[in-house]
């Protein structure tokens, strides 16, 4: 079953059209690659699915993306749901200067969940499944900024997980990481996938071939080829997703 | 140019000695006022000074209605300009995008900032004494004060929320928050110890003015009891009695009390916005 269904999609910030044309399912319980050069909109293209590219004006776009199969540009879609059940880890770790602890209960307490007993455990279900529990149970009440790169990543995805979404966006959760903190990531995707659908942007081919089960490859705004990760690597249909993977250009 | 004829080297050493120069020279300034200003002053302060009502105009006895005065239109000025100041700036960096009424309201800011305090007290005589009828008193005082630390408490707040950084607001919003509920909840808390620093500006500049206040709080050398009672501020009452002529020993003591109120107001927020920066911070 399909969890996301993007039909069409055209993206323009004023003028300049970002997206064209981008058709994708994207399965349930799965995870996804998007890869392809810098400024090809992946990122875009991601953001378009949990509606952050609302906040950017100009932003304007034609087409449907459907979750569950109900789309989710209808003037009836509350936003904030979306954003609940469509969690996002982005690119640069960003935990709120706060404590760890009201780092992960932050998402609970806004969708006005305040029962102590549930908030504590919630938020170390959540420490537990992001990998991070035992390195900071004894430090909750500690600033979030005090921890490394790759804790305040893990943070992040604990935070988005704490809320239960359906779906994780991945804006190259990775880039900003040294490769130990970046295999730790990689491992937790494939601890999730079991219970999340993911759709992860990275510029790291190898990552792609190791996490995801299926890879779009995006190329100025259109999506070049998409399919199951080692046919699109092994054998590209596209001459320029070829290119792309052996190394040619991007 | 003038150092084309001299070396890099000496050009450097020539400029770095007249920064440490224009450095030094400040705080040899500052020390001089307010060295002087304690030095003369503590020769009249003690307890009874600090806590007693003055007797003949102020020749003798102390300034207790003063200190009294200066806290109540400190504190009104606060609770007036601080929640303004600070919901205009969170206006005009949340809700808003540039446009024509942003730089409007961002003129007018800077222009009510540049208003000499005179003027503000004039505007307070005829709007709030006369036209609303508060008549002279420390809430008319405090009202003019409030007017005039808009200005600062703005700016500075705009400032240190627009330092908050982006990823902190998307990270919310993605979380599924509304607009409000990330600025309550991630860019308050986090640009809390920029505005709170542009409060006590604004309310440093408020206890230091006499020109402000001096039609609008009358000059009651009484403990004002409610906020309709008229006062006199220290820097108002300093000022009528070097003008006067009545004690300059006497103003030098209020005038150190004065600077003593600013120096612990200072101080005590300085320490407690290193001690949440350092928590919120994790250092």
Not at chain 1, 51 to 80: A, C, H, Q, T, W
Not at chain 2, 202 to 224: H, Q
Request: aromatic share 8%; net charge neutral.
């Amino acid at each position: 079953m399909n969890r996301i269904e993007v039909e069409n999609l055209n993206v323009y910030f004023d003028e300049a059209h970002i997206l064209k044309d981008v058709n994708i399912k994207i399965p349930n319980n799965t995870v996804t690659s998007l890869i392809g050069p810098s400024g090809c909109g992946k990122s875009t293209f991601i953001r378009t699915l949990n509606r952050m590219n609302d906040l950017i004006s100009g932003f304007r776009k034609e087409g449907s993306i459907f979750l569950d199969g109900n789309e989710i540009y209808e003037p009836s879609v509350d936003v904030v749901e979306l954003r609940k059940k469509v969690g996002m880890v982005f690119q640069k770790p960003n935990p709120f200067p706060k404590s760890i602890f009201d780092n992960v209960a932050y998402g609970l307490k806004v969708h006005g969940i305040n029962d102590k007993d549930v908030v504590e455990e919630r938020v170390e279900e959540s420490l537990k499944s992001a990998a991070l529990w035992e390195e900071v149970k004894d430090k909750l009440d500690k600033s979030a900024m005090g921890l490394s790169g790759g804790q305040q990543q893990r943070l992040c995805i604990a935070r988005t997980i704490a809320i239960e979404p359906e779906v994780i966006l991945m804006d190259e959760p990775c880039s900003a990481l040294d490769p130990i903190s970046t295999t730790k990531i990689e491992d937790l995707i494939h601890k999730l996938k079991k219970e999340y659908t993911i759709v992860i942007v990275t510029h790291n081919m190898q990552q792609a071939t190791r996490v995801s089960k299926y890879t779009a490859f995006f190329l100025h705004g259109e999506i070049v080829e998409s399919g199951r990760t080692e046919k699109l690597f092994m054998e590209p249909e596209d001459k320029r997703t070829e290119d792309y993977i052996t190394g040619r250009f991007g | 140019m003038l150092f084309r004829f001299i070396s890099p080297k000496t050009s450097q050493k020539i400029m770095k000695t007249v920064f440490w120069a224009s450095g030094i020279l400040t705080i040899i300034i500052l020390i001089i006022i307010i060295g002087y200003i304690l030095l003369e002053g503590m020769k009249v302060i003690n307890l009874e000074f600090l806590l007693s009502n003055p007797v003949d105009s102020g020749r003798e006895g102390g300034i207790f209605p003063m200190i009294i005065s200066s806290l109540y239109v400190t504190l009104i000025s606060g609770l007036v300009a601080a929640p303004l100041g600070v919901g205009a700036a969170v206006y005009l960096t949340e809700y808003s995008r540039e446009g024509h009424v942003i730089k409007l309201i961002r003129f007018g800011a800077e222009t009510l900032a540049s208003i000499p305090s005179i003027v503000f007290g004039l505007f307070g005589l005829s709007f709030f004494v006369v036209f609303l009828g508060l008549g002279w008193s420390v809430l008319s005082g405090g009202l003019v004060l409030a007017l005039m630390a808009l200005p600062t408490i703005f700016k500075v707040a705009e400032v240190s929320i627009d330092a908050v950084p982006e990823s902190y607001r998307e990270g919310s919003l993605a979380l599924g928050s509304t607009k409000w509920q990330t600025v309550y909840r991630v860019v308050l808390p986090a640009a809390a110890p920029g505005i709170t620093t542009g409060i006590i500006l604004g309310m440093a500049r408020s206890i230091s003015e006499a020109a402000a206040i001096l039609f609008a709080v009358g000059a009651a050398i009484t403990v004002p009891i409610s906020i309709f009672d008229p006062g006199r501020p220290l820097p108002l009452h300093l000022y009528i009695m070097a003008t006067e002529g009545i004690s300059l020993e006497n103003a030098y003591g209020t005038a150190a009390v004065l600077v003593i109120i600013v120096l612990i107001i200072t101080i005590v927020t300085n320490t407690l916005v290193e001690r949440y920066q350092k928590k919120m911070m994790g250092r």
